[in-house]
């Protein structure tokens, strides 16, 4: 069966309906595609239900599409996929980049959760985000390995990390899980990583202790986070940090 396209827009996502073949003759896919990219259309969502066949040319076709969304800083997902097209993907590894999920409704919340992060992103704030700074207890240890907990203080917090005060410390690039609690708004347990380290000679009054970029929290967990930080404005740094 040759290729059919059925293009619809929802939500802002131009959804495409793709039917039939996949293969080296179905280069139709990628002038579709470049047609919503040219149009600053450049969310798209394929539903591949009733594709019947997918190629290893016709992967070729897909993947320059997805690229040519990529090179237009826009975002391509797949739904409804069929197993037959499932193992070819998986066969090449490309189920491991490409957005695959079950339905669409999961498919469009992921759209709509890519735009919160998007949002956050882009607020001008420190580096990205407003900081605060406070002095709260803070429970942490390495996500893989030894699971021995140690105690510290949590300064200068963002909306993507933090600065620890505590005489543990990691080194660069280590993944540490940490248990803290925002006044007001209950435990937090997620993920960090430590991206820099403090140099006694330079900042002594900061010894010891790291700074760490939080990893892989949820939009949720995000967003409250920088609403605490919305709701308590800067006061003053911490000079003296206390000793632990």
């Known amino acids: 069966m040759s290729l059919e396209i059925y293009s619809k827009e929802k939500q802002g996502v131009v959804m495409l309906d793709i039917r039939g073949n996949i293969d080296i003759s179905a280069s139709e896919f990628i ?24 190629d290893y040319a016709g992967l070729s076709v897909v993947t ?38 079950e339905t669409e409704e999961d498919a469009l919340n992921a759209f709509k959760e890519d735009k919160e992060i998007d ?14 700074h406070l002095s709260i207890p803070v429970i942490y240890k390495a996500k893989f390995g030894e699971q021995k907990e140690h105690k510290g203080k949590l300064f200068d917090i963002s909306g993507v ?20 609690d925002l006044p007001h708004m209950g435990k937090f347990n997620f993920d ?31 967003r409250r986070i920088v609403n605490f930080i919305e709701k ?5 740094s911490s000079q003296h940090l206390p000793p632990i």
């Not at 997805?66 to 993907?89: A, D, S």
């Open 31 to 54: 002038e579709v595609v470049g047609w919503h990219l040219a149009n600053h259309r450049i969310d798209i969502l394929c539903n591949f239900g009733k594709v019947d066949m997918l």
């Open 64 to 101: 320059i599409a997805y690229k040519n969304v990529v090179n237009h800083e826009g975002r391509m997902k797949f739904y409804n996929v069929p197993i037959n097209v499932k193992n070819i993907l998986h066969a090449v590894m490309l189920d491991r980049i490409f957005e695959i999920y």
């Open 119 to 132: 949002k956050i992103k882009h607020m001008q704030l420190r580096r990205r985000f407003q900081r605060v």
């Open 161 to 180: 990390g933090a600065f620890i005060f505590g005489k543990k410390t990691f080194a660069l690039h280590d993944i540490i899980a940490l248990e803290f």
């Open 192 to 222: 960090a990583k430590v991206v820099w380290l403090c140099d006694k000679d330079i900042q002594p009054q900061q010894y010891p202790g790291m700074g760490v970029e939080f990893y892989k929290i949820s939009v949720s967990i995000q």
């Open 232 to 236: 308590n404005t800067p006061t003053r």
